[in-house]
């Protein structure tokens, strides 16, 4: 089943404690990007990437980092995280070739406290 | 970097009735896309329509676009309690074509 998968789907913790959320899509996609979804504010580019070894900042991305190592795998890490950083996350992969059409993980719900 | 602004914020009608969203964006595109998310869950791919194309019909959903104004419409037809949920428009990343750049979306409840 072509699915993108984020873990973990729920995180509570505390401020300064680094924590990664991972991303893996089983689709050979190109592209993957992070998003940020806060209320009122609606879905705010963190990171993308469009191949292997190739991220670039989206709109805010500020407090994060993301590696591409693999073509599947695409990582958030937040080194110090702060209680402004609690959010809903969430991961998608589009395919070029394929079609525009992204794909998105069940989202992950962060706290920081 | 390209967004697309949907209007209204919030929509609440009765079911049976149509639901109409609007998109308006900034600068030139080759496609648009429209998405749907049930509560805090993940976006999920509804219609692209392309740049030369003017409407775009799938199912009950009919997506129009007007490249001269910047800006699409949404319409759902004939709505269920179902479609209770946010609808979004997106549009292309500046330089990439395939990564989507996202709004506040549409909330739209369908009362039964």
């Known amino acids: 089943e072509a699915q993108v998968t984020q873990n973990p789907r729920y995180l509570i913790t505390v401020t300064g404690k680094k924590l990664t959320v991972t991303c893996s899509q089983n689709?050979?996609?190109?592209?993957m990007s992070w998003y940020r979804q806060d209320p009122g504010l609606g879905l705010r580019q963190i990171y993308y990437?469009?191949?292997?070894?190739?991220?670039d900042k989206g709109d805010v991305p500020e407090g994060y980092k993301v590696s591409r190592k693999e073509k599947r795998n695409f990582p958030l890490i937040l080194e110090s995280p702060s209680p402004n950083q609690t959010s809903l996350y969430f991961c998608?992969?589009?395919?070029?070739?394929?079609?525009?059409?992204?794909?998105f993980g069940q989202g992950t719900r962060l706290t920081v406290v | 970097s390209q967004q697309g602004e949907e209007d209204p914020q919030a929509l609440s009608i009765q079911e049976g009735e149509n639901a109409t969203m609007n998109c308006s964006y900034k600068?030139?595109?080759?496609?648009l896309q429209w998405y749907r998310q049930n509560s805090g869950r993940g976006l999920v791919h509804l219609i692209l329509?392309?740049?030369?194309?003017r409407e775009k019909h799938s199912g009950r959903l009919r997506v129009t676009l007007d490249t001269s104004k910047k800006s699409s419409s949404l319409l759902i037809t004939a709505s269920r309690a179902a479609d209770t949920a946010s609808y979004f428009c997106?549009?292309?990343?500046?330089?990439?074509?395939?990564?989507?750049?996202f709004g506040r979306g549409t909330s739209l409840i369908v009362h039964p």
């Open positions: 998608a992969s589009s395919w070029n070739r394929g079609g525009p059409e992204a794909f």
């Open positions: 689709m050979n996609h190109e592209y």
């Open positions: 990437s469009m191949n292997v070894e190739v991220t």
């Open positions: 600068t030139s595109i080759n496609n």
């Open positions: 329509i392309r740049s030369n194309e």
């Open positions: 997106a549009t292309p990343l500046s330089g990439g074509s395939y990564i989507p750049t």
